[in-house]
Structure formats: structure tokens, C-alpha cells
């Protein structure tokens, strides 16, 4: 019987030069012919379609932390668009803390492009960030001041610790009930990510739309992560198995850690002993 498996990609499938190694790779197409098998990530269509290349996708994909649910024809399955005037009041309370955030946004329905609008004025981490991984990607908006635009899927918050724990306090209290807050590191670039999204964009929401679509029920979905972007999925999917390098507080949740990281394709070693 075929079951549902999800793999998260930043440090859990991904290794951490953020490539997908020729195991891995072989190991997922050699389940694709058995099961279904797709990822749950924080990356847009674009960046997965890179990451994934040249291997079999048979499953819808979930994007951006749940915001959208994609098929490889590029068919979209659920979205989920933040509110422009809740975006504007939520840019302009950050600035208290002197910080403005990327704006992602859905550019074109029928493509999947998204357009990533960046500020002008930019913190240290914001600015390593785009001269690391985006520095010519062609979806890059400069904007002078930050504000909502018409299909806008995500905010991304980035800086040290203290000022995003600040910030996500701040719109916890004062949003809770209207958006989905998610606060975590980031061990490519030493410091936090803060993104605000839909209220019901989250994995674990997404997951359970997927399986429905799919026809494979959460008692037969298992699940991969690593990090706090990946604990809604943890909590609905039947076996939830964390990365040797997962956060602590995810691998009490997992009914499983394994004993490889991403590095050591940890995913690929588990789904080899266990499906073929």
C-alpha cells in the first residue's frame, strides 16, 4: 500500500551546501516508483524546482511554509494571501525596531513566479543574505519604503535573536488571531528568521489538505524536519522523524530521531532500510 512522505529541504534533505546529494537523489526516485514522496519547505516553486532537479515528483509540492500547494504541472492547489491592509499595519509596527522586511508575493498564476521585494535600507544580515543566494536572481524588487502588494504570501523578518524575539512579541500580541508567526535560527547565516503569513498557512494545515487530495490518510504520511517551521506537520502526521542536527525541542516532539544529519542524508539512509 502506498504511503505519503514529506521531507522538509533546509537542513534535512538539503545538505548544508543546500544541494540534494547523488544518494538522495537516487533514493527518491527509487521510492517515487513505490510511493508518494514530495517536500514541505519554507522555499518558493522557483528555488524548489532548482533544488529538485532531475528527480521524480509525483505529489503536489507545499511552498512557503504552507502559504501554497503546488503540482509539478504547476497547478495551484490552495493559497493562502495575507490581507494588504494587515501587511501595511504590520510593516509599520516593525519599524519601531527600525527593520523592514522581504515582501513575498505571487507575480503570475499560471507560471508560479513569484516576485521577492527587498528594501533599500537593509540590516547586515538581509544584506549577506541577497549578496549570498540572491544577488542576481531576477525576481528581486528593491523598494524605497516596504509595503503590501496584491498577492503577498509572506513577510520576512531577519536580524540577532534579541530583536526578533522583540518583534515576534510585538505581533503575537497584537495579530495573533489574524496571522501565523513563525520565530526560528537560521544556521546558514548565524541569525533568526521571523515570517508572518496567513493564519492558516502552516504545514501541518497543508499537510492535511495534501493527503486528502492525495487519497493516503495521516495514519500512512510520514513526515522530516528539523526546525520550528516544521512542528504543524509533526503534530498531525502519524510518524514524524527528525534529522540528527534537528532543534531539540523538535526531536521531543518526532516519534523518531535518527542517528545521521543531513549531512550524512540522513532522510535517504532511513528511506532506503525502510522502503527498499
Known amino acids: 500500500m502506498k504511503e505519503l512522505l514529506v521531507t522538509d529541504l533546509d537542513h534535512t534533505f538539503l545538505n548544508s551546501s543546500q544541494q540534494v546529494s547523488d544518494f538522495s537523489r537516487t533514493i527518491w526516485n527509487q521510492i517515487s516508483s513505490q510511493h508518494l514522496i514530495t517536500t514541505a519547505t519554507a522555499r518558493s516553486f522557483k ?22 500547494i503546488v503540482s509539478s504541472e504547476k497547478k495551484i492547489m490552495d493559497l493562502k494571501r495575507l490581507d494588504k491592509e494587515l501587511v ?3 510593516i509599520e509596527e516593525g519599524r519601531r525596531f527600525d527593520i523592514e522586511p522581504f515582501v513575498i508575493a505571487l507575480k503570475d498564476y499560471n507560471t508560479i513566479a513569484e516576485s521577492f521585494y527587498v528594501p533599500i535600507k537593509q540590516n547586515i544580515y ?20 516596504m509595503e503590501a502588494q496584491k498577492d503577498t504570501l509572506e513577510l ?25 508567526i513563525k520565530l526560528a535560527p537560521d544556521a546558514y547565516l548565524g541569525c533568526w528568521f521571523l515570517n508572518v503569513l496567513h493564519y492558516k498557512a502552516d504545514k501541518g494545515t497543508a ?18 524536519g528539523d526546525n520550528m517551521n516544521d512542528m504543524g506537520m509533526f503534530k498531525v502526521a502519524k510518524n514524524s522523524i527528525a534529522v540528527a ?11 523518531l530521531v535518527l542517528p545521521h544529519s543531513n ?10 532500510e525502510r522502503y527498499l
Request: charged residues 30%; aromatic residues 8%.
Open 47 to 68: 528555488k524548489v524546482s532548482e533544488f529538485l532537479h532531475g528527480m521524480e515528483l509525483n505529489t503536489p509540492l507545499i511552498l512557503l511554509n504552507g502559504a501554497m
Open 88 to 90: 501595511n499595519t504590520i
Open 126 to 145: 538581509q544584506t549577506q543574505l541577497l549578496t549570498k543566494y540572491y544577488a542576481n536572481d531576477p525576481r528581486r524588487i528593491e523598494l524605497f519604503k
Open 156 to 180: 520576512v523578518y531577519l536580524g540577532d535573536e534579541n530583536h526578533m524575539r522583540e518583534l515576534y512579541t510585538l505581533i503575537k500580541e497584537k495579530f495573533d488571531e489574524v496571522v501565523e
Open 207 to 224: 499537510l492535511e489538505i495534501l493527503s486528502q487530495e492525495v487519497g493516503i490518510s495521516l495514519e500512512k504520511t510520514t513526515v522530516f
Open 245 to 255: 542536527n534537528a532543534l531539540d525541542v523538535l526531536k521531543d516532539r518526532a516519534s
Open 263 to 272: 549531512d550524512e542524508d540522513g532522510v535517504a539512509r532511513y528511506l532506503e
